[in-house]
């Protein structure tokens, strides 16, 4: 057997920007053989189901960074709740390349994206409330009051992303995260 002369992370790499960049919807056959460095044929052969199984490995890919990453960090009661908080955010700003990259979410939640993806996403979205929510209690809020600020960042962390990208303007991404923070840590 041939060695694979594309490693899985670049092509991986590739696939993710294209469907951050174009969405579900938008990004073309072309496009993802292109990002990868490998031709057609040789990327069906990878992903015999098409460009739905190349979606569905980014999003599985994207979400096993986030669980170890962000979740846990929001979640790990070996370190106390201030620098849980602190190092989730610094995992979320390396997830947005510090604002510039869409979440995938966004790229999959538009048109056949969404139908494809309905349920990841939604779960997806309640584990980040969750996560938060764990770490407002943590920080010795309310439960009510842990979740309102958990969709409230959620919230916020998803819109800053856009206007960021809308605006080419990435400080608006990192003032979100700094205003989050605050919000944490100065209950």
């Known amino acids: ?10 092509m991986m790499t590739g696939l993710t920007k294209v469907f951050r960049d174009k969405g579900y919807e938008g990004a073309s056959l072309k496009e993802l053989a292109d990002s990868t460095g490998l031709k057609k044929a040789s990327l069906y052969h990878r992903f015999p189901n098409g460009k739905q199984e190349m979606a569905q490995s980014v999003f599985d890919e994207i979400d096993e960074w986030v669980k170890n990453r962000i979740f846990f960090s929001l979640r790990d009661k070996s370190e106390a709740p201030r620098a849980r908080i602190k190092k989730a955010l610094d995992n979320i700003r390396l997830l947005y390349g510090g604002g510039k990259e869409t979440c995938i979410f966004r790229a999959f939640s538009m048109d056949a994206g969404m139908s494809l993806f309905e349920e990841q996403i939604k779960n997806g979205m309640e584990e980040w409330i969750a996560s ?17 600020i958990a969709i409230q960042t959620l919230v916020e962390i998803q819109g800053s992303l856009v206007v960021a990208k809308g605006l080419r303007n990435t400080a608006i991404f990192e003032t979100t995260l700094r205003r989050i923070e605050n919000r944490y840590l100065n209950q």
């Open 1 to 10: 057997m041939r060695p694979q002369k594309i490693l899985d992370s670049d």
């Open 132 to 148: 938060f929510t764990e770490i407002g209690i943590a920080l010795h809020l309310t439960a009510g009051r842990a979740k309102e």
